[in-house]
């Protein structure tokens, strides 16, 4: 009796159909359309979060980027202090309605585009002066430091940006 030796084992295989037939799922209309849901809230909540904490803790959200050492920072926080959390607020509501969601995805990835701006700046005042100023996001997110911020917000912004050109890709061809 010859035995032949298969260099793979079966489980290998296994998980090899199980990832393969993930990844095609994924790439198809329907696995599209989930993963676009799967921001879409990711993101609602997000905003939901941090506009909530900020209007509820608005005076420290407003102390808080006082101390931001930016030029016109400190007359400009009282007026932050309302606007940031009313358009996230405001994104929610795009997010939600099926009409205005590409509008909204668009709409968060510039917000979450300029938070990662100052984020980036405060950073860099950090490691230049080695002074650590709190975060203004609101809640838990703000108990992350710099680094840990710029991270987060990058996911956001890759789960968002491939949102959007999935989304582009689907009203293109007419399949939404």
Request: hydrophobic residues 50%; contains cysteine; proline residues 3%.
């Amino acid at each position: 009796m010859k035995v032949v030796y298969q260099n793979k084992s079966l489980k290998t295989q296994h998980h090899k159909g199980w990832f393969s037939a993930k990844w095609d799922w994924l790439k198809s209309q329907e696995g599209k359309e989930a993963f676009i849901t799967f921001t879409v809230m990711l993101t609602i909540l997000l905003f939901m979060y941090t506009a909530v904490s900020k209007l509820f803790q608005q005076s420290v959200f407003v102390f808080q980027m006082r101390r931001a050492p930016l030029p016109l920072m400190y007359t400009l926080a009282p007026v932050i202090g309302w606007v940031v959390p009313i358009i996230e607020l405001v994104l929610v509501a795009l997010l939600y309605l099926n009409r205005t969601r590409l509008l909204g995805m668009v709409c968060s990835l510039m917000l979450l585009v300029s938070f990662e701006v100052y984020i980036t700046g405060m950073k860099i005042m950090e490691m230049q002066t080695g002074i650590r100023l709190p975060c203004t996001c609101g809640g838990i997110i703000s108990n992350m430091g710099w680094t840990a911020h710029l991270l987060f917000n990058a996911v956001f912004i890759f789960l968002l940006g491939l949102s959007i050109y999935n989304q582009r890709k689907m009203r293109k061809s007419g399949t939404v």
